[in-house]
């Protein structure tokens, strides 16, 4: 008789990194023979992939693994696990504080993972360790879409901005292999895929020794039959001009730019060692659309960062006002243990001033994201169909090649990863409303609905 295969339940939270590592993770544990279930009441072990950037990710996952450990008292050996960045970040000391968890893994530590969850030692399994040799390659990965995939092309940062721990918990930049990332492209393309979105914790360093960047976006944008391609996250103080030339010769290369900024006064950008001054920051933003005068640019926000004076939070919207962003993330600045920030500022602006600024600089984004994305109404634009609307019976929704989200009516067959040419009747602060036109290509037939990059 054959054995029961062990049973995993995996949970994704934060970047798109993180749900590219879960798609590693299910390939590597299935190739070792475990059964990936959708449900945690099925499972033998639960595997939360998590983030630390900001404390109120950690917040939720510790939440979560406390009702997640409620089902031990009728299956006692159930083990509950923490994969990722706040598994490095906060180390043993979950251990502590989460007296649920069995298991720590580190985001270095996913090839070993099958091998960790078959030992039944006494007592927590952990292996955090970074490993400086650790690239990723060879390792497999289970798509859960046909039409779009994530494709790591670089892991870790050496930025080192003084709030971020990213460099903590991920390590130094490491590069994949132009020639490992071109063919991972190719071969998901002969499996239909017709979209891939580029990742990096600071995706335009790029650079294997011999191809930087912009010379990888050229080559990957000459891939036949590669319909879309985005990347995400860029640094400002990374990008040449060459990538900008790039993304306009070529028309499969999303005219979208996700460019955070994080603050609008220099002296704040320099206790942040974001590594620019807000003078290169706004030439960039000239640079980006004399080359691409249709781009979409949207950017990542702090308020309340240690010493942020009104004055200079004035700046910050002087900034918004004059770049007049797409779309931006906003948050007010948490502590992360281990930065340098941290370490050395003061959390010196009050949680009631944070939130009072917050909510102005949310004021002010909607007022320009109303105006931006009103600019649309009656023009044509191509939708990449992503599935049915969440909010709207009888559409789909999609993404246009700016990475705008778009709702228009069903036609009884939009498949996932069809392109649709349809006209803009009206939009919100978020999304654009449309009525079809016509068709412009058809994805393969899938079984499973592509969930190409969220609302």
């Not at 790591?152 to 903590?168: A, E, T």
């Not at 985005?230 to 103080?237: G, L």
């Not at 040449?240 to 994080?262: I, K, S, Y």
């Not at 068709?439 to 990059?453: F, K, Q, T, V, Y």
């Amino acid at each position: 008789m054959n054995e029961t295969p062990p049973r995993i339940y995996l949970e994704t939270y934060g970047c798109q990194m993180n749900e590219a590592d879960t798609e590693m993770i299910t390939g590597l544990l299935t190739k070792a023979g475990w059964s990936v279930v959708s449900d945690p009441a099925l499972a033998d072990v639960v595997i939360l992939n998590t983030c630390a950037v900001r404390e109120r990710a950690e917040e939720r996952v510790a939440g979560r693994v406390r009702q997640l450990g409620l089902m031990k008292r009728y299956r006692p050996d159930l083990r509950i696990g923490l994969a990722g960045c706040m598994a490095r970040h906060l180390g043993e000391d979950l251990l502590r504080r989460l007296p649920e968890l069995d298991i720590l893994v580190g985001p270095d530590s996913y090839r070993r993972l099958a091998e960790i969850l078959s030992r039944r030692d006494e007592g927590p399994l952990v292996d955090l360790a970074l490993a400086r040799d650790e690239r990723y390659l060879g390792l497999p990965a289970a798509r859960r879409g046909e039409v779009h995939a994530w494709v790591p092309i670089m892991r870790g940062c050496d930025r080192f901005c003084s709030f971020c721990v990213v460099p903590l918990v991920r390590g130094r930049e490491k590069s994949l292999p132009h020639e490992e990332i071109l063919t991972q492209i190719e071969d998901l393309v002969h499996g239909g895929a017709i979209a891939v979105t580029l990742l990096g914790q600071t995706v335009n360093s790029y650079l294997d020794g011999e191809v930087d960047f912009a010379a990888l976006l050229d080559r990957i944008a000459r891939i036949e039959g590669l319909v879309r391609v985005r990347y995400t996250s860029p640094h400002p103080a990374d990008f040449t001009p060459e990538v900008f030339d790039a993304m306009a010769r070529h028309a499969n290369l999303c005219r979208h730019v996700h460019l955070p900024v994080q603050s609008g006064a220099d002296r704040i950008l320099a206790a942040m060692r974001r590594g620019h001054t807000r003078a290169d920051y706004l030439a960039l933003v000239g640079t980006i659309r004399a080359a691409l005068p249709d781009v979409a640019l949207t950017t990542d926000l702090m308020v309340g960062f240690p010493g942020e004076t009104p004055a200079e939070f004035e700046e910050t919207l002087s900034l918004m006002r004059e770049v007049r962003f797409d779309s931006a993330f906003l948050f007010r600045y948490s502590p992360r243990p281990g930065t340098y920030a941290h370490r050395k500022l003061p959390d010196d602006v009050p949680d009631r001033e944070k939130g009072r600024r917050l909510s102005e600089m949310i004021a002010l984004q909607e007022e320009i994201s109303a105006e931006r994305y009103g600019r649309w109404v009656g023009r044509e634009v191509d939708v990449m169909v992503e599935g049915p609307s969440r909010r709207n019976p009888g559409c789909v929704r999609g993404k246009a090649d700016d990475f705008k989200t778009v709702v228009m009516p069903s036609l009884g067959d939009d498949r996932p990863g069809t392109v649709r040419r349809v006209r803009i009747a009206r939009a919100t602060t978020h999304t654009l409303i449309a009525e079809g036109i016509g068709d412009r290509h058809a994805a393969p037939e899938l079984d499973l609905l592509a969930e190409i990059e969220g609302d």
